[in-house]
């Protein structure tokens, strides 16, 4: 795991506990806006995959087989990120950081873009869905490569002592990507009547992502490469060998930590805000506009948790914040939820208060960023993040699909049993603070 000089900057004590400056705020801004476009991009596609499905697969396919092939290609995105981020990070270990960081964003805003410009089946047959996964495999790389690299980014830009707050502030720009989705599609469904989605306005989403997409790699252009970056190219301390075979090799404990708060991160974002609107809609008959309007409250919530969560870190620790934010979630998820069941009168502030324990995405790229040496940060981070990602986020919706058919509380179990993994990692960041360096420096 990381030493203490793995982890500053180059300029020495003073450089690693200084305030935030403009130059702090414009890459956070930039970044944190970059990565709420691009995840919009990433996430439209299931807002309107009942209108794709119909239009990109034949039309007397029965309807149980288009959502399955709909949800598939859907899927497929979350199984090429591990490849993608892999590639992007080990290149970014050797490169440089700005190069991927611009990479990923114009990755992601080409397929998007090209998907509002489809042709359907009804005019290229078998080629429109053909040509749909593979533009969607591109947004997964892309994806896999977006997050991970701005941790890497704006936390070696920013001093140490803010290192959790920079990582708050992109987990929230993250999120707000998904709520920025959920907006475009409500406003898309009023705005047009289903004829109309069908016959032309689905492709304006897409479209509108690919601007946005464009836009964000513009304003990347003003960001510069990082100090620790520029020092290691300076000094030659760049990896010798491949940057993932030195992860594998030497820093597994890293990856075990670093999969282990991931997977705490896809709990709390694919059942509490993905999945738990659908999940009342079906198990107690709650009006689908009501449910979606609690879902959006609850993820501002989740933007102003993360970066609570994050600030906090910085003068508290990582470890402790992971531990009182996991057992925050597991507590006020089941009482949500389990009231819900009976009783739905408390449904917005409930939901409000599970939105801001699930800020605890807020802290988990802080733990994972310094759980690796600079030289091979940005491919440590990206291995363990997305291969957990793809295992975890791909599998949770099955698992609690399967475990409701015994109990209806299940969604309940699994959030709490996967935030005592998160205790536990907190527990162990706690425990090897001084040894592997993972709490920063109180304010």
């Known amino acids: 795991m990381t030493s203490e000089s793995n982890n500053t900057h180059p300029n020495g004590d003073a450089e690693a506990h200084r305030k935030l400056n403009k130059n702090d705020a414009k890459t956070l801004s930039l970044s944190a806006l970059g ?44 199984l090429a990120r591990p490849l993608g981020g892999i590639i992007m990070a080990h290149f970014g270990d050797i490169l440089g950081r700005k190069r991927m960081f611009m990479m990923s964003i114009l990755l992601m805003a080409i397929p998007t873009f ?11 047959g078998i080629a429109a869905p053909l040509l749909l996964l593979f533009f969607r495999v591109l947004q997964g790389a892309a994806i896999g490569g ?23 502030i992109l987990s929230a720009g993250l999120v707000a990507g998904i709520l920025i989705g959920s907006l475009i599609a409500t406003a898309m469904h009023s705005l047009y009547s289903a004829e109309e989605m069908s016959a032309y306005a689905w492709r304006f989403p897409f479209l509108l992502g690919g601007i946005f997409g464009f836009i964000a790699m ?5 960001l510069q490469e990082t100090p620790i970056f520029k020092e290691m190219q300076e000094s030659q301390e760049l990896a010798e060998e491949m940057p993932i075979k030195s992860v594998l090799k030497d820093h597994a404990p890293s990856v075990v930590v670093s999969m282990a708060v991931t997977w705490v991160l896809t709990a709390a974002v694919v059942v509490t805000v993905l999945m738990t609107p659908s999940l009342l809609q079906k198990l107690v ?15 501002v919530c989740v ?19 992971m531990v009182i934010f996991s057992i925050g979630l597991a507590i006020s998820y089941w009482v949500f939820y389990s009231t819900m069941l009976h009783d739905t ?56 699909s399967l475990m409701l058919r015994e109990d209806p509380l299940s969604p309940a179990y699994y959030v709490a049993f996967v935030c005592g993994v998160g205790v536990l990692a907190g527990l162990a960041v706690m425990r090897f603070r001084k040894r592997l360096d ?6």
């Not at 309107?48 to 859907?74: C, H, K």
């Not at 993972?438 to 304010?443: D, F, K």
């Open 35 to 78: 990565g709420a476009l691009e995840f919009y991009d990433f996430v439209i596609f299931v807002y309107f995959a009942n209108v794709v499905g119909s239009l990109f697969f034949p039309a007397d396919m029965p309807e149980w087989l288009r959502q399955v092939q709909t949800y598939g290609i859907f899927a497929a995105g979350y």
């Open 114 to 124: 090209a998907i509002g410009l489809m042709p359907t089946y009804e005019t290229i």
């Open 146 to 168: 977006e997050a991970p690299g701005a941790w890497v980014f704006v936390t070696e830009h920013v001093s140490k002592r803010h290192v959790g707050l920079a990582c708050g």
């Open 218 to 222: 513009y304003l990347r252009r003003w």
């Open 285 to 299: 008959m709650l009006d689908p506009k009501l449910s979606l309007e609690a879902n959006s409250l609850a993820i």
């Open 303 to 321: 933007v102003i948790g993360s970066i609570t969560c994050g600030a906090l870190a910085d003068r508290f620790g990582n470890g402790p914040m």
């Open 345 to 400: 009168t408390y449904l917005f502030p409930l939901y409000a208060l599970v939105g801001f324990f699930t800020g605890l995405v807020g802290v988990v790229p802080a733990i994972a960023v310094k759980s690796f040496p600079a030289a091979i940060r940005f491919s440590g981070l990206s291995f363990s993040y997305n291969v957990a990602y793809a295992i975890f986020g791909g599998t949770t919706p099955m698992v609690v």
């Open 438 to 443: 993972l709490i920063t420096v109180p304010a």
